[in-house]
């Protein structure tokens, strides 16, 4: 976790360190900067909460991953599917969701919210944009929501019939 200068408010969770991404084959795994995003700023205090009150508990020391078990290492994905399990049957959540789809919902919100889709590469660390696009799923309020934007703009008085304004 560090700063971001140009989000200050988020304090040390303005940026969000992923020191071992997936890798390419062949390649040593990536690493890159997620930026905290306005719309889901709700993340800030939750892990504030967790690095000041949760994580000591399990006595790190200066070990430099965000998320250790009891046994002072790094959280395995396996321990984690077998938590978000747990969390969607207690949820009520169908059986078919598992902690990757997370992946594709934050993906898909980041389009959503109109971020550029470079921005959305780089965010979550894919080397081509074809990639991303497949872990879209953009959903039918805001497919909606474009064919309206789209209709607005070309009926806006002052515009050719037919032609939509630049």
């Given at each position: 976790?560090?700063?971001?200068?140009?989000?200050?408010?988020?304090?040390?969770?303005?940026?969000?360190e992923?020191?071992?991404?997936?890798?390419?084959?062949?390649?040593?795994?990536?690493?890159?900067?997620?930026?905290?995003?306005?719309?889901?700023?709700?993340?800030?205090?939750?892990?504030?909460?967790w690095?000041?009150?949760?994580?000591?508990?399990?006595?790190?020391?200066?070990?430099?991953?965000?998320?250790?078990?009891?046994?002072?290492?790094?959280?395995?994905v396996?321990?984690?599917?077998?938590?978000?399990?747990?969390?969607?049957?207690?949820?009520?959540?169908p059986?078919?969701?598992?902690?990757?789809?997370?992946r594709?919902?934050?993906?898909?919100?980041?389009?959503?919210?109109?971020?550029?889709?470079?921005?959305?590469?780089?965010?979550?660390?894919h080397?081509?944009?074809?990639?991303?696009?497949?872990?879209?799923?953009?959903?039918?309020?805001?497919?909606?929501?474009l064919?309206e934007?789209?209709?607005?703009?070309?009926?806006?008085?002052?515009?050719?019939?037919?032609?939509?304004?630049?």
């Amino acid at each position: 976790m560090r700063r971001n200068p140009r989000a200050p408010q988020y304090g040390r969770v303005g940026a969000v360190e992923v020191r071992f991404g997936k890798a390419s084959r062949g390649s040593p795994p990536k690493r890159r900067t997620v930026l905290t995003v306005p719309e889901v700023e709700w993340i800030v205090p939750l892990i504030e909460e967790w690095v000041a009150e949760v994580r000591p508990g399990f006595s790190p020391g200066r070990h430099p991953a965000l998320w250790v078990t009891e046994r002072c290492g790094r959280i395995g994905v396996r321990r984690l599917d077998e938590v978000f399990a747990t969390v969607r049957e207690r949820a009520g959540l169908p059986g078919e969701l598992d902690l990757h789809c997370l992946r594709h919902t934050y993906i898909t919100h980041l389009v959503e919210f109109g971020y550029p889709e470079r921005f959305v590469q780089q965010q979550v660390g894919h080397a081509y944009g074809s990639t991303t696009a497949l872990y879209t799923w953009v959903s039918d309020e805001y497919r909606n929501r474009l064919i309206e934007s789209a209709l607005r703009r070309r009926l806006e008085p002052g515009t050719k019939k037919g032609m939509v304004p630049s």
